[in-house]
């Protein structure tokens, strides 16, 4: 199971860390954020590989967004920068182990998803 926590209210210019947890075992695959605004569709913001320890971000947080591991391969942790009012949205992790390169973006192929935690952007 995965926990996420940190999102909250922040002003247009702000930052927020989000935190996914695995309550059991350790991660392995990719482990993915999420977001999904009002009206909108699921879509890929980051993704880290746990061999190689590789990230991968969507264009649109490229450069503001930061994916990071904990060694004990038990937490994965999103620092947002620079937040705008369209990365308002309703933030997700979710584990996918059976990804590849050519998938990890897809949302559909993630297994285990926590439950969700809002981000609001004031302008």
């Known amino acids: 199971q995965l926990q996420a926590s940190g999102g909250g209210l922040v002003q247009a210019g702000g930052s927020l860390s989000l935190h996914c947890q695995a309550s059991?075992?350790?991660?392995?695959?990719?482990t993915g954020w999420f977001r999904q605004a009002p009206g909108k569709e699921r879509e890929f913001v980051a993704a880290?590989?746990?061999?190689?320890?590789?990230?991968y971000y969507a264009d649109s947080v490229k450069g503001r967004f930061t994916i990071t591991r904990d060694n004990a391969k038990t937490a994965v942790h999103l620092q947002m920068n620079s937040l705008q009012p369209e990365d308002a949205a309703i933030y997700s992790c979710?584990?996918?182990?059976?990804?590849?390169?050519?998938?990890?973006?897809?949302?559909?192929?993630?297994?285990?998803w926590g439950q969700g935690t809002q981000v609001t952007v004031s302008s």
């Open positions: 979710a584990l996918c182990r059976t990804c590849f390169l050519s998938s990890f973006r897809d949302f559909r192929q993630y297994n285990y």
């Open positions: 059991e075992g350790t991660f392995s695959g990719y």
């Open positions: 880290i590989r746990w061999s190689g320890g590789y990230t």
